[in-house]
């Protein structure tokens, strides 16, 4: 059986070295698991104004997540944490009282930023976030992707063989994540 799983690129921009990122641990990833891109960019900002009515467009957020088994966060680092447009999205999920997507919903963290600690603190901010919101997380293996010119391409083909055998490590981990959570927190859909 395939576990569907939802990605969120931290990013908005059209160039993103996560949306490579992204596309380069979707190729490398183990048979079993089924990726779909989960999109925040037309969510408005987040007010508890929203609670008793959520627009179509948050409304449509929700059901997204609802219809996987498991997220991965693919997020770049700005200013020492996570893209506003991520917390927001993860502030919509997460609500209304009650109703938190993220709850019992396995999740990974990962990311890539041209620094030499990669994505390290927004990681660790991402996991605090993630964490209240009750989201069973992957805790090691971390990977702390450094960018340089032509790692990944377009397209998401890791130049580099160690790296590759380092994300295709990474992903075959996750899966395995993946099937431990949900065999003792199964998701009803």
Same mark, same amino acid.
């Given at each position: ?74 997020? *770049? ?5 996570? *893209? ?51 989201? *069973? ?53």
């Amino acid at each position: 059986m395939a576990h569907k799983v939802g990605y969120f690129v931290g990013s908005l921009a059209k160039a993103s070295i996560n949306r490579k990122l992204a596309k380069a641990l979707v190729r490398l990833a183990p048979d079993g698991l089924e990726f779909t891109e989960i999109s925040f960019k037309e969510l408005p900002l987040y007010s508890y104004d929203y609670d008793d009515d959520f627009p179509p467009v948050a409304q449509e957020f929700k059901e997204s997540i609802a219809a996987v088994d498991a997220l991965l966060f693919v997020t *770049p680092e700005y200013n020492r944490s996570i *893209p506003g447009g991520l917390k927001n999205a993860i502030d919509w999920a997460s609500r209304p009282w009650g109703k938190n997507s993220f709850s019992r919903m396995p999740s990974g963290v990962i990311g890539t930023s041209p620094g030499s600690i990669g994505t390290a603190v927004a990681q660790q901010s991402l996991k605090s976030v993630l964490s209240f919101c009750n989201s *069973p997380m992957m805790n090691a293996l971390e990977a702390y992707v450094q960018f340089t010119p032509g790692l990944i391409t377009d397209d998401g083909e890791v130049t580099k063989p160690d790296t590759e055998m380092f994300l295709k490590n990474y992903m075959n981990e996750y899966h395995i994540f993946v099937r431990r959570v949900l065999s003792v927190l199964p998701r009803s859909n």
